[in-house]
């Protein structure tokens, strides 16, 4: 192994351990906390505190870093199954016409328009692969309409996406949709955090009727502006990793490169 590899593999792992950090622990520990604050409330609803001081102010330092180690553990596991949760509720939503990803022709319409004709024509006869997924399915072929990872629905139009983000990680990893996949899984995973926090609230924090009902409020304000955010991007990360890979075969090679 090359230092040059040894440096891209260094870097892919630092990018996908700060995703897995933003998107899953970060929100486990959010989840965890609310929950286990949820629970003392119904054992100890006057006293939870209290409680808490009590039990845990004669812990030893090897016991308190294996039960953290152990609420660490818990946490990921925790915002990983409700991270994978909010993305089956995006997939439900995408079924509703209203929220629905661009078929393959519309996409290679809008396209046509990004791009330009000549530059989009060129990059599908360079991906004769990418061509077949952006053009008409075949009579007699029906496109299937099962599940794929992040609540996608498997459709010509999401293979198209796939092919050209795999295309552009090992081509030009400067053009790659990376960023906008990362945000995507962040704001995802932000779904059921704010509601833990905010059924947390309302049910323990003995704030006048008026701040539970601002609270919930705002809570689903939270959730419509999340969703409204993520449809956006899902679409901006399809729109982008076509166009991104049209314009990494119209760019010149530069010398050294030949």
């Given at each position: 192994?090359?230092?040059?590899?040894?440096?891209?593999?260094?870097?892919?792992?630092?990018?996908?351990?700060?995703?897995l950090?933003?998107?899953?622990?970060?929100?486990?520990?959010?989840?965890?906390?609310?929950?286990?604050?949820?629970?003392?409330?119904?054992?100890?609803?006057?006293?939870?505190?209290?409680?808490?001081?009590?039990?845990?102010?004669?812990?030893?330092?090897?016991?308190?870093?294996?039960?953290?180690?152990?609420?660490?553990?818990?946490?990921?596991?925790?915002?990983?199954?409700?991270?994978?949760?909010?993305?089956?509720?995006?997939?439900?939503?995408?079924?509703?016409?209203?929220?629905?990803?661009?078929?393959?022709?519309?996409?290679?319409?809008?396209?046509?328009?990004?791009?330009?004709?000549?530059?989009?024509?060129?990059?599908?006869?360079?991906?004769?692969?990418?061509?077949?997924?952006?053009?008409?399915?075949?009579?007699?072929?029906?496109?299937?309409?099962?599940?794929?990872?992040?609540?996608?629905?498997?459709?010509?139009?999401?293979?198209?996406?796939?092919?050209c983000k795999?295309?552009?990680?090992?081509?030009?990893?400067?053009?790659?949709?990376?960023?906008?996949?990362?945000?995507?899984?962040v704001?995802?995973?932000?779904?059921?955090?704010?509601s833990?926090?905010?059924?947390?609230?309302?049910?323990?924090?003995?704030?006048?009727?008026?701040?539970?009902?601002?609270?919930?409020?705002?809570?689903?304000?939270?959730?419509?502006?999340i969703?409204?955010?993520?449809?956006?991007?899902?679409?901006?990360?399809?729109?982008?990793?076509?166009?991104?890979?049209?314009?990494?075969?119209?760019?010149p090679?530069?010398?050294?490169?030949?």
């Amino acid at each position: 192994m090359g230092p040059e590899t040894a440096s891209t593999l260094t870097s892919k792992f630092s990018f996908y351990s700060a995703v897995l950090a933003a998107s899953v622990l970060a929100p486990g520990l959010c989840l965890v906390t609310a929950a286990t604050i949820a629970l003392l409330h119904l054992q100890h609803p006057q006293h939870i505190w209290s409680f808490v001081l009590a039990e845990t102010k004669d812990l030893s330092t090897p016991i308190a870093v294996v039960l953290g180690l152990n609420f660490l553990a818990i946490s990921f596991i925790a915002g990983y199954m409700f991270r994978e949760l909010s993305f089956w509720l995006i997939g439900l939503l995408e079924k509703l016409p209203r929220y629905a990803p661009l078929a393959a022709p519309e996409l290679r319409r809008r396209l046509e328009i990004v791009c330009g004709q000549r530059s989009l024509d060129n990059c599908l006869r360079s991906h004769p692969q990418l061509a077949y997924y952006l053009g008409n399915p075949l009579p007699g072929i029906q496109e299937e309409d099962a599940p794929y990872g992040g609540g996608h629905r498997e459709n010509r139009g999401l293979l198209a996406f796939e092919y050209c983000k795999r295309r552009l990680r090992v081509e030009s990893p400067a053009l790659a949709v990376d960023n906008i996949e990362a945000e995507i899984n962040v704001l995802t995973s932000c779904l059921f955090p704010i509601s833990f926090i905010t059924v947390d609230l309302i049910w323990i924090g003995e704030f006048s009727v008026i701040v539970e009902v601002l609270a919930a409020i705002g809570c689903t304000g939270a959730w419509l502006g999340i969703l409204t955010s993520i449809f956006r991007l899902r679409l901006t990360e399809r729109m982008a990793a076509i166009t991104n890979l049209a314009y990494s075969g119209d760019v010149p090679q530069s010398p050294s490169s030949s």
